[in-house]
């Protein structure tokens, strides 16, 4: 095996294998001793992994490394398994995984899941929900279910809270202390199938809206479809027979001549209609002032020439047109010294000359010391020198 893996491009070594038992858990059988055997002559960490598909649940897998016992090192009393150890390791063997071997031809050793940080994340928002799956619709007839259900155990929660209401009233204050110990609140109850009552309702009427436009979405069948499509061919072709389509493409030819001519007639009078004013509405005109009056225009005499000479901003270039402008007034408020940043900045500036200062003051007093010590110095050699 090793070889032809090798002339794949695949070097490593083989450190173990795994198989599956589903249903009947983690061991090896005497196959799987011998096969074990196998692996562990070619590398002496080779393991074998078993995995229970069957008893694994989310987030439990059910899953077991094994190692084979030397039977030499059994016969001479020696302990194959080199643990510092067991805390937290420890697992309970099930009684088919003894009676098949473990810790007498094979023993378990501890399993650890190496993830780093991003692995976990992923992991974690594997089955995380989102804000969809609360606009998820239930199906019919078990939302209805459910809601008959959940109405009869408000119900019966009901009359219970109105019995408990009126057995209240005979009670001492002692009793009614320990009236709900080891019993079902009526009232708590209650008031949890109301919210999940009214919650679960919500949703699914919500959710019934929220495909199309305030209607719910119906979708046709498409054996629908090709029913009306072919009572549709069969009343084309009785049509045909009794010559009713062409007479009907006529009359639908003419109406549509009809409708052309009577629309360049009304286009017509009311071009003349807007020099001539009809009725009594030329002579007395009335305005109510209360009224805001509408003055119609066309399309044809709009003055396009303002909208050339006034180009319409958009949104963004308004903002920023705006954003420019504050930005050129801070600078003209912050070179002025009337901004927080500019006082800022004017009061580091006087704390750095105060410090300038302060340290040339103190230069020149050292040098001046240093000046007066000569001085002094040469002042006393002098005195010495004419002593002697």
């Given amino acids: 095996m090793l070889d032809m893996l090798r002339q794949t491009g695949r070097p490593e070594m083989v450190v173990g294998w795994y198989h599956s038992?589903?249903?009947?858990?983690?061991?090896?059988?005497?196959?799987?001793?011998?096969?074990?055997?196998?692996?562990?002559?070619?590398?002496?960490?080779?393991?074998?992994?078993?995995?229970?598909?069957?008893?694994?649940?989310?987030?439990?897998?059910?899953?077991?490394?094994?190692?084979?016992i030397n039977a030499n090192m059994m016969v001479l009393g020696q302990e194959p398994r080199q643990t510092t150890s067991n805390l937290g390791h420890l697992q309970k063997p099930s009684v088919q995984a003894l009676i098949h071997g473990l810790n007498r031809h094979y023993y378990s050793i501890s399993i650890n899941y190496r993830k780093n940080e991003l692995e976990q994340k992923m992991l974690l928002n594997l089955h995380k929900k989102s804000w969809m799956d609360g606009l998820t619709l239930a199906d019919y007839s078990e939302n209805c279910s459910t809601n008959e259900k959940t109405?009869?155990?408000?119900?019966?929660?009901?009359?219970?809270?109105?019995?408990?209401?009126?057995?209240?009233?005979?009670?001492?204050?002692?009793?009614?202390?320990?009236?709900?110990?080891?019993k079902q609140d009526p009232k708590r109850h209650l008031e949890e199938k109301v919210d999940v009552l009214m919650t679960n309702n919500i949703v699914q009427c919500l959710g019934k809206f929220t495909?199309?436009?305030?209607?719910?979405?119906?979708?046709?069948?498409?054996?629908?479809?090709?029913?009306?499509?072919?009572?549709?061919?069969?009343?084309?072709?009785?049509?045909q027979q009794h010559g009713?389509?062409?007479?009907?493409?006529?009359?639908?030819?003419?109406?549509?001549?009809?409708?052309?001519?009577?629309?360049?007639?009304?286009s017509s009078s009311d071009e003349e209609d807007t020099g001539k004013a009809k009725g009594v509405s030329s002579l007395i005109e009335i305005e109510n002032p209360n009224r805001v009056q509408k003055k119609m225009k066309k399309i044809?005499?709009?003055?396009?020439?303002?909208?050339?000479?006034?180009?319409?901003?958009?949104?963004?270039?308004?903002?920023?047109?705006?954003?420019?402008?504050?930005?050129?007034?801070?600078?003209?408020?912050?070179?002025?010294?009337?901004?927080?940043?500019?006082?800022?900045?004017?009061?580091?500036?006087?704390?750095?000359?105060?410090?300038?200062?302060?340290?040339?003051?103190?230069?020149?007093?050292?040098?001046?010391?240093?000046?007066?010590?000569?001085?002094?110095?040469?002042?006393?050699?002098?005195?010495?020198?004419?002593?002697?």
């Avoid at 019966?156 to 209240?168: C, H, Q």
């Avoid at 009713?244 to 009304?266: L, M, R």
């Avoid at 504050?326 to 410090?355: P, V």
Wanted: aromatic share 4%.
């Fill in 21 to 68: 038992h589903p249903g009947f858990g983690c061991w090896l059988s005497g196959v799987d001793i011998n096969t074990q055997q196998s692996f562990e002559a070619l590398s002496e960490r080779a393991v074998a992994v078993v995995v229970d598909p069957i008893q694994s649940v989310k987030g439990k897998v059910v899953i077991d490394a094994f190692r084979l």
């Fill in 151 to 182: 109405v009869a155990d408000m119900l019966e929660l009901a009359k219970n809270y109105n019995k408990a209401l009126e057995d209240e009233e005979k009670m001492t204050p002692e009793q009614l202390a320990i009236k709900n110990v080891g």
């Fill in 211 to 239: 495909n199309h436009k305030g209607r719910s979405r119906r979708f046709t069948n498409p054996d629908e479809l090709e029913e009306e499509r072919r009572k549709e061919e069969q009343k084309k072709k009785w049509r």
């Fill in 244 to 266: 009713d389509e062409s007479s009907s493409e006529e009359e639908a030819e003419k109406k549509i001549s009809e409708e052309s001519g009577s629309e360049e007639e009304e």
């Fill in 300 to 388: 044809t005499k709009l003055e396009t020439a303002d909208l050339a000479d006034k180009p319409q901003l958009s949104r963004r270039e308004r903002e920023e047109i705006e954003k420019q402008k504050a930005q050129a007034h801070y600078q003209k408020l912050h070179a002025e010294g009337k901004t927080e940043q500019a006082r800022a900045d004017l009061a580091r500036l006087a704390i750095i000359r105060q410090q300038r200062e302060d340290a040339k003051k103190r230069r020149e007093a050292e040098i001046k010391e240093r000046e007066d010590a000569a001085k002094a110095k040469s002042a006393a050699t002098q005195k010495a020198l004419g002593k002697k």
